[in-house]
């Protein structure tokens, strides 16, 4: 069956890095296009960033634009988020998504698969 597993969360100070990584399985993960998304306790799920299913292009939300950065590994079935400068803000559950046909690569209806999530904190 279809799995995305996320996994690199955790409490790290302001100013710091954390990698997250989403592990795929049970479908083709070279066609799909990847996304990660947050959610913060009493808001909506919001997009972060995305991938092409090729690794050739990348789109990011304005907030995390030049300290985050999306790549992917086809022959590893899985993509990452490498979080800089991280800020109180950043603090939510990360998901990763799979999408066979994204158009904007933004909305959350685009995707066809999710992760459970991983929960980053990021502490003052």
């Known amino acids: 069956q279809v799995q995305l597993v996320e996994s690199g969360g955790g409490l790290v100070q302001a100013g710091g890095s954390l990698r997250l990584s989403c592990a795929a399985s049970g479908f083709t993960f070279s066609r799909y296009a990847m996304g990660w998304f947050r959610q913060a306790p009493g808001k909506e799920r919001e997009f972060v960033a995305a991938?092409?299913?090729?690794?050739?292009?990348?789109v990011y939300a304005d907030s995390v634009k030049g300290r985050f950065t999306i790549s992917r590994d086809n022959a590893k079935n899985t993509v990452y988020l490498r979080m800089d400068s991280l800020k109180p803000g950043d603090t939510a559950v990360y998901y990763c998504a799979a999408s066979l046909r994204p158009r904007t690569f933004g909305r959350l209806d685009e995707y066809d698969y999710w992760g459970q999530g991983t929960q980053v904190t990021v502490s003052s």
């Open positions: 991938i092409t299913f090729s690794g050739g292009g990348t």
